[in-house]
Structure formats: C-alpha cells, structure tokens
C-alpha cells in the first residue's frame, strides 16, 4: 500500500512538474505591452530554472531512498489501503472507457430507421406539393441577350398577406429554380401591381433572401427591376446591411419595356396586360416635351437575321456552316474541352457587344488572341439565340414538344424515328448546322469528368437557344421539353444523323 501511495504521489509530481512547464512555454509565448514586460518575462524564466533544477536532483535522492527500503521490507498484502493525497487543482483524472455494452444496437438502428423514414416521407411530401395557387408569380423567358437563362417574377400575382401563402411561393420558387442556378441566369422582376394587400413584410423580405443558398445568388448575374417605384428603392436601402456588395451591383432599375428590351427577348416573354397598360402611360408621360430620339443603325447581316438569308461571305463553303461556329468550335477543341463550366458561365458584356459589331461588320475574329476561354462558346449561343427563325425552326415545334413527350420505353424505337423524321426536314443550312454542333457537343459530353458538364447540363444551356414558340411566350413547361428534346438528340446523335 505505501509502494502504491508512493506512486501515485510520484506520478502527481511528474504532471505538476509538466504543467509548470506548459505554464513556462506560455509565458515564453507571451508578448509583453513594452520592453520592461518583456525583461521581467526573461528574469522570471531565469529564477525558475534552477529551482526545478534543485526539485529535480531531489527528487532523486527520494526515489533511492525509498527503493533501498522496500528491498529491506518483507513483502505484506495490506488490509487496507492508505488514503490518497489530493489530487492538484488544474490535473484531470483520465476517465477510463466505459465497458462495452451489447445491448445499444438494436434501439440506436431502430431509431435512425424511423428517422431517415420520416425525413423521406417528409421530402416525398414536399415535392408532391400542389403549387397551383402560387405557381403564376414565377414564369421563364427564355434566355436574355447574352443567353443566360431568365426567370420573371411578377409583383401583380403575388398571393394575398391574409392567404399565408408567401413561404409556400417561396418553396415553389426554389424547386422551380434549383435545376437551373448551377448556370448563370438572370430575374425580371415587374413590381407593377404590388399593393397594401399583397405586399410581403420586411421581415420576410430578409428571411426569403437568406433562405436562399450561395449558389442562387453566385450564379446570378443581373436582377432587373421594372416600373421600380420609392417603396422599391426604400427597400433595398434598407436591405443594403443583409445583402452583400457584389449582389447589390447586380441590381439594374429598368423605366420602361423599351428600355428592357435592350437586354432580353420580349417576345419570348410573358407580361400581363395591367403591367404593358401601365408602361404604355409611362411611355406617354415621358414623351410629352421630349425631343424625338433617334436608334443608331447597325448592321445585322451575320447575327439577328434568319440562317438561310445570312451572306455567303460568313459562310464556310465546305461545310456550309457559318464561319464564326466553324472558328469557334475549332479552338474550343483546341483550348476549351476540359475548362470547367464550358457553355455554362457568361462572358463580359461590353467585350461581347464589341466583338458582336466586328462579326456583323464581317471581321474574322482570332480567338486565340482573346484571353476568355468562354467567349466562343458564350458567341455561339448568342447567333443561335438571334436568329429569327430558331434552329429547330418554329415549323417543326409542335412536333418536338411532342416527341418530348414520349417517355414511356415502349416508345423509344418511334420516337426515335420522329426525332430523325424531323431533323431531316430541316433546311439544308438549318440541317447542316444542327449536325455539326450536336457532333461538337458530344465531344464535349466525353470530357464530362474534367468540364463538369454532362448531356443534362448541356441541353439545359443549349436547349433554349435552339428552338423557341413563335406564338406562345416561354413557360417554365415549355422549356423543360425542349430540354428533354435536347437531352434526347445529343445522346442518339449517332443514330438520327447517321455518323459514327
């Protein structure tokens, strides 16, 4: 008993002995207010020393002593044993493991099993929501002008405060968008309409915006804001403290649909009639007394006219595809296959309106001199998004809505024949076109694991540039069939054009 009460006593020593060193290293560490701290730190360091010194040698002394009396000691079982001394403040006692137990793993499985049930259930529950007495707030127009997908929210359709239906249009707005924000996309907001009865809180506003993740509001690149009045500007003065800086600058205030119209497609999107009643008494209002303006002309001959009247001069006479796609998908090949989000991310804008009027100018631009790697494949999104007539041709899109349709697998093998029958009605240009960029794509598709970017991913940015209605506004159902269209001649591009 007294060789065990000896070595725990000894034991106690050696951790205090450690603790005054730690205590030492800290005061080593420390940085005093001014040289006369840090003289004190020295001396104090120096004093220690030798005292630990002198502990230490006799400390050895002890142990030599006590191991000489037990040798002369005959070896007893203690009755009973001496009480231990008490333990130092500042030294914790390790805690040794509990015992291990058999009977923890039934209850532990039981109650992950109900768990991950009910969170599943709970999700199947959230994707069956029926939306439709919310879903008219947030409509698709397409793309805009530099073929960044577009949604439009719509002030005049927001549900009532008395209804409780703002979160749920909430959750109808990220399910609808979640698809989409891995690219970049632009909003539309109309805030014509919004009144004392349906007009969201500023508590909500501030919990809507930080409901959404960083990767709805990376992704964003332009937030437009139509017939903005005071309250508007009001509410985001005030919001200026939650948002961030470079969200602000993304925010654009737009005065009329003339004005907007310089940077989407209006006739690919919805705008309910209060609000084009609306802008039209603006519009008066604005042109009584103003001098009459005057829109600079600018040539169109490659980009903004339909395929078949673009001049032979930017064709390729080989191929019989434009020479702006030809060049661009060269060095795409050459530079571009294995960047990340290739097709996906944006370009500058100004850079691309200047190389635009160099094209229509009938420049041939050296893309190896440009330091983007994603103008070329920002360029062929944008000729195809302004021809007048899509690539699929508005002929054919009732057709292609309806081969999109057809899910079902016994369908495949005539759907299949449809997807083929349509293409090959095309106009030869519009033909031959459509066949070198679903080539082209594909070899993109194969580098999926470097570029990130699968079939999915490449008929969602593809997709809206490629076929559009010429007598309906864009919709978010719309859009999803093109897509899947899309989706669907990328992956039998082999079959339908008959390569290898």
Not at 132 to 147: M, P, Q, W
Request: aromatic fraction near 6%.
């Amino acid at each position: 008993g007294e060789k065990e009460n000896k070595m725990d006593q000894k034991d106690i020593e050696d951790v205090t002995e450690n603790i005054d060193d730690l205590e030492l290293e800290e005061d080593d560490l420390t940085i005093g207010d001014s040289d006369n701290d840090s003289d004190n730190d020295i001396i104090d360091i120096t004093q220690q020393q030798p005292q630990k010194q002198k502990q230490e040698e006799g400390k050895e002394e002890v142990d030599e002593e006590e191991q000489q009396q037990q040798e002369e000691k005959p070896q007893l079982r203690p009755t009973r044993s001496a009480p231990k001394p008490p333990r130092p403040q500042g030294v914790i006692k390790p805690q040794r493991p509990p015992p291990p137990s058999n009977q923890q793993t039934t209850p532990t499985s039981s109650t992950t099993t109900s768990s991950s049930s009910s969170s599943s259930s709970s999700r199947r529950k959230r994707d069956n929501e029926d939306f439709s007495d919310v879903n008219s707030v947030l409509n698709t127009g397409g793309t805009d002008k530099l073929t960044r997908h577009l949604f439009a929210v719509y002030a005049t359709h927001l549900p009532l405060r008395s209804s409780n239906l703002h979160d749920k249009m909430l959750r109808y707005m990220r399910r609808e968008m979640q698809d989409i924000v891995k690219n970049d996309y632009s909003i539309v907001y109309f805030h014509h309409g919004l009144n004392s009865k349906n007009k969201p809180t500023f508590g909500w506003l501030r919990r809507a915006y930080s409901s959404f993740s960083r990767d709805y509001k990376k992704s964003l690149k332009s937030l437009y804001i139509v017939h903005a009045t005071m309250f508007v500007r009001t509410i985001i003065t005030m919001m200026k403290p939650f948002i961030s800086r470079k969200f602000g600058k993304k925010i654009v205030f737009v005065r009329t649909l003339s004005e907007l119209e310089e940077h989407i497609h209006l006739d690919q999107l919805y705008i309910p009639q209060n609000v084009k009643d609306h802008d039209e008494t603006l519009r008066v209002r604005a042109s009584k007394g103003a001098p009459a303006t005057t829109t600079s002309s600018q040539s169109t001959k490659l980009f903004g006219v339909a395929l078949n009247d673009v001049d032979d001069a930017f064709m390729d006479e080989t191929t019989g595809v434009p020479l702006l796609i030809c060049d661009a998908i060269a060095h795409l090949q050459k530079e571009g296959l294995c960047v990340e989000g290739i097709f996906r991310r944006a370009a500058n804008a100004v850079t691309l309106r200047e190389l635009k009027t160099r094209l229509n100018n009938g420049e041939r631009l050296d893309f190896s001199a440009l330091l983007d790697i994603h103008i070329p494949a920002v360029l062929i999104k944008m000729f195809l998004r302004e021809l007048s007539v899509p690539l699929l041709t508005f002929a054919a899109y009732d057709e292609i809505i309806s081969i999109a349709t057809m899910s079902a697998p016994e369908q495949q093998e005539e759907k299949l024949a449809r997807a083929k029958k349509a293409i090959t009605n095309l106009p030869e240009r519009h033909f031959q076109l459509c066949k070198t960029l679903c080539i082209f794509l594909n070899e993109v598709i194969s580098h999926e694991e470097e570029n990130k970017m699968s079939a999915t991913n490449i008929s969602i940015v593809i997709g809206p540039n490629m076929l559009w209605s010429r007598d309906f506004a864009a919709s978010l159902g719309a859009m999803a069939q093109i897509n899947a269209f899309t989706q669907f001649l990328l992956t039998n591009t082999s079959a339908i054009f008959e390569t290898e």
